[in-house]
């Protein structure tokens, strides 16, 4: 290649994009399986969706709108909060990739966690930045280690909250102890896929933290339209962030990078909350069932805020997610996350997680695990 490519490109793991469900199907010899790896939405999206996405077809010759307007602005007057704080973009990691274009330079320093959403690192990379990565502690965000790695080159520090495999939560005290050592030229993201599944008492106020943040670092928080809202093959996601800091993220966002598609569909989504709460009671219902029913089986299940949660097979979880192959039932292993006993699994409708746990028993027994 003759191309001259940047070392730190050529440096970079492309992601490893999944199978599709019929060529697992085809290669497995299996049939009807479920797939309970990617923290997806088994209940899928509002009907209110579908048919505005069905009445938007006829549309699909003109470009979108460019600011998404409308969506904008029911999703500020919802989150209450400007409509000037949001950046929406093509899934939430696209709002990852403005703020990493916007605020790095070569050689600048990014912190994040491991194990965590790998793109965060993979966006610095891109840009010739300095990933510190930060191993959890007890399958938790080590703040302390987070601010012992902070330099003068530090410009983003990116924890979520849940954390995703772990779905452990930190504190609104933990975080303001935090805010209160971090410099104005830090930028703290709040990766918040997976707060809508939250207990309530245990959400943060991020949108008040951004609007009432004078002083100390710029406070950005992540939401998604793939998971509660179960709009996942659409790609949108948003942030809230200070009106300044969404200015210059638009000086970086292409034009039309919201399709129409996803934009009638998230609108209406956001009106249907009957959908919306019954999908947090389905996901809540099924986490409390599945977790009862692996420790019945041996297992150690971790206590979890998001819509998956981790369990310890005691034994290989790369045999066991091969096994579960077998039967047809679609896992995460978490080996090379760092926990090698353990998966991960996505709470699913009640007759995906009565099949889940038939065949993991089954499993068990094949593998002597327990």
Same mark, same amino acid.
């Given at each position: 290649?003759?191309?001259?490519?940047?070392?730190?490109?050529?440096?970079?793991?492309?992601?490893?994009?999944?199978?599709?469900?019929?060529?697992?199907?085809?290669?497995y010899g299996i049939t009807n399986a479920i797939k309970l790896a990617s923290n997806e939405n088994p209940w899928g999206p509002s009907p209110k969706a579908l048919a505005a996405i069905a009445a938007a077809l006829d549309d699909l010759h003109r470009y979108p709108d460019g600011s998404s307007y409308a969506l904008t602005q029911a999703l500020a007057k919802h989150l209450g909060c400007d409509p000037n704080m949001l950046v929406l973009g093509n899934g939430s990691n696209e709002v990852i990739e403005f703020l990493v274009k916007a605020c790095i330079e070569p050689g600048d320093e990014v912190i994040t966690s491991h194990p965590?959403?790998?793109?965060?690192?993979?966006?610095?990379?891109?840009?010739?930045?300095?990933? #510190?990565?930060?191993? @959890? =502690?007890?399958? !938790?965000?080590? *703040?302390?280690?987070?601010?012992?790695? /902070?330099?003068?080159?530090?410009?983003?520090?990116?924890?979520?909250?849940?954390?995703?495999?772990?779905?452990?939560?930190?504190?609104?005290?933990?975080?303001?102890?935090?805010?209160?050592?971090?410099?104005?030229?830090?930028?703290?993201?709040?990766?918040?896929?997976?707060?809508?599944?939250?207990?309530?008492?245990?959400?943060?106020?991020?949108?008040?933290?951004?609007?009432?943040?004078?002083?100390?670092?710029?406070?950005?928080?992540?939401?998604?339209?793939? #998971?509660?809202?179960? @709009? =996942?093959?659409? !790609?949108?996601? *948003?942030?809230?962030?200070?009106?300044? /800091?969404?200015?210059?993220?638009?000086?970086?966002?292409?034009?039309?990078?919201?399709?129409?598609?996803?934009?009638?569909?998230?609108?209406?989504?956001?009106?249907?909350?009957?959908?919306?709460?019954?999908?947090?009671?389905?996901?809540?219902?099924?986490?409390?069932?599945?977790?009862?029913?692996?420790?019945?089986?041996?297992?150690?299940?971790?206590?979890?805020?998001?819509?998956?949660?981790?369990?310890?097979?005691?034994?290989?979880?790369?045999?066991?997610?091969?096994?579960?192959?077998?039967?047809?039932?679609?896992?995460?292993?978490?080996?090379?996350?760092?926990?090698?006993?353990?998966?991960?699994?996505?709470?699913?409708?009640?007759?995906?997680?009565?099949?889940?746990?038939?065949?993991?028993?089954?499993?068990?027994?094949?593998?002597?695990?327990?």
């Amino acid at each position: 290649m003759k191309l001259l490519v940047p070392a730190y490109v050529k440096s970079i793991v492309p992601y490893p994009p999944g199978k599709p469900l019929d060529e697992l199907e085809r290669q497995y010899g299996i049939t009807n399986a479920i797939k309970l790896a990617s923290n997806e939405n088994p209940w899928g999206p509002s009907p209110k969706a579908l048919a505005a996405i069905a009445a938007a077809l006829d549309d699909l010759h003109r470009y979108p709108d460019g600011s998404s307007y409308a969506l904008t602005q029911a999703l500020a007057k919802h989150l209450g909060c400007d409509p000037n704080m949001l950046v929406l973009g093509n899934g939430s990691n696209e709002v990852i990739e403005f703020l990493v274009k916007a605020c790095i330079e070569p050689g600048d320093e990014v912190i994040t966690s491991h194990p965590s959403f790998l793109m965060y690192q993979k966006f610095v990379q891109i840009r010739g930045g300095i990933n #510190k990565v930060i191993p @959890l =502690a007890n399958m !938790r965000h080590d *703040f302390d280690a987070i601010v012992d790695a /902070l330099s003068e080159r530090t410009r983003l520090i990116f924890i979520d909250n849940p954390n995703n495999p772990t779905g452990t939560l930190f504190s609104s005290e933990e975080l303001l102890q935090l805010c209160h050592v971090l410099p104005e030229s830090v930028a703290l993201v709040l990766d918040e896929a997976y707060v809508d599944f939250v207990d309530q008492e245990q959400q943060l106020d991020s949108v008040g933290l951004i609007q009432q943040s004078k002083n100390g670092p710029q406070i950005v928080s992540l939401r998604t339209f793939s #998971k509660a809202y179960g @709009l =996942a093959g659409l !790609r949108l996601g *948003f942030g809230i962030m200070s009106a300044s /800091l969404a200015n210059m993220l638009h000086r970086v966002r292409q034009p039309f990078n919201i399709n129409t598609l996803a934009q009638v569909g998230a609108l209406a989504a956001l009106d249907d909350s009957d959908h919306y709460w019954r999908t947090i009671g389905g996901t809540r219902a099924g986490m409390r069932f599945l977790q009862k029913e692996v420790e019945k089986l041996g297992c150690c299940s971790y206590p979890s805020q998001a819509n998956f949660f981790l369990i310890d097979v005691r034994g290989d979880a790369n045999r066991l997610y091969e096994a579960m192959l077998y039967k047809g039932v679609i896992v995460r292993s978490m080996h090379a996350y760092g926990y090698p006993s353990c998966i991960r699994i996505t709470v699913g409708t009640e007759a995906e997680n009565y099949r889940f746990v038939g065949a993991l028993a089954e499993c068990l027994r094949e593998l002597h695990y327990v």
